[in-house]
């Protein structure tokens, strides 16, 4: 089993629709909890991150981290073709040796 | 402009030979990370330097190897012992080991033959 499970999509959408990306995982080490978002043939940019359980919002994406259920979530309002892109959730923490693990990406289109 | 370069953005290599990616940082960060992104594989890390003169393999660093002579500088080096180097690779800084965000490049497409 990976340490970090993320469905790699892709996940098309019509404009205006509310996107849900979401990661399960394993190891309840981890800490931080970090959304990238990745354009095609260029570099990741980190988009939010959150410090152990509970919710952020900055504009139209909320971050969620649910530590008891080992889940964390990604939610897009109002979805823009802008938004199309591959998402990346990553986690960091450490036991016994440090970690800084990424998942495998949700590719997402939002249709005009 | 602070950030992290990597040249080139394409690079073509007939099988056997080495070949040397370039990541240069001017974020005046410690750390450096080499990743390698394939398709449905997510971000699969080579090295990792902390500080200078110093680095560790990742999880998959058999035929590679790096160097770090400078701190603005963590150079790949793909060897011909690397079974299937056609891959996307990825350079990244951070302030530190336990710093939550990374840094990255615009990436190098590398094709082997």
């Known amino acids: 089993q990976k340490e970090v499970e993320q469905d790699p999509g892709p996940l098309s959408v019509p404009e205006g629709a509310i996107v849900s990306l979401n990661c399960t995982y394993s190891?309840?080490?981890?800490?931080?909890f970090m959304w990238y978002r990745q354009y095609s043939r260029k570099g990741p940019e980190l988009l939010m991150y959150?410090?152990?359980?509970g919710n952020k919002e900055d504009g139209r994406f909320t971050a969620q981290v649910d530590k008891s259920s080992k889940y964390i979530s990604l939610f897009i309002r109002d979805s823009q073709p802008s938004d199309s892109a591959t998402y990346l959730c990553?986690?960091?923490?450490?036991?016994?040796?440090?970690?800084?693990?990424f998942g495998t990406g949700t590719r997402l289109k939002v249709l005009a | 402009d602070g950030g992290i370069t990597q040249s080139p953005k394409y690079l073509f290599r007939k099988e056997g030979q080495n070949v040397t990616l370039s990541c240069e940082q001017n974020l005046n960060h410690d750390a450096m990370y080499w990743y390698r992104q394939d398709p449905g594989q997510g971000l699969r890390l080579i090295y990792y330097?902390?500080?200078?003169?110093?680095?560790q393999k990742g999880d998959i660093a058999e035929g590679y190897s790096v160097s770090r002579e400078k701190k603005e500088s963590f150079p790949l080096t793909v060897t011909s012992a690397q079974k299937n180097p056609t891959a996307f690779y990825l350079c990244?800084?951070?302030?530190?080991?336990?710093?939550?965000?990374?840094?990255f490049g615009p990436g190098t497409r590398l094709t082997v033959t």
């Open positions: 990244a800084s951070s302030l530190g080991q336990g710093s939550y965000e990374q840094y």
């Open positions: 990553a986690m960091e923490g450490f036991s016994g040796t440090y970690k800084y693990i």
């Open positions: 190891n309840s080490a981890f800490q931080y």
């Open positions: 959150t410090y152990s359980s």
């Open positions: 330097s902390q500080i200078v003169n110093d680095f």
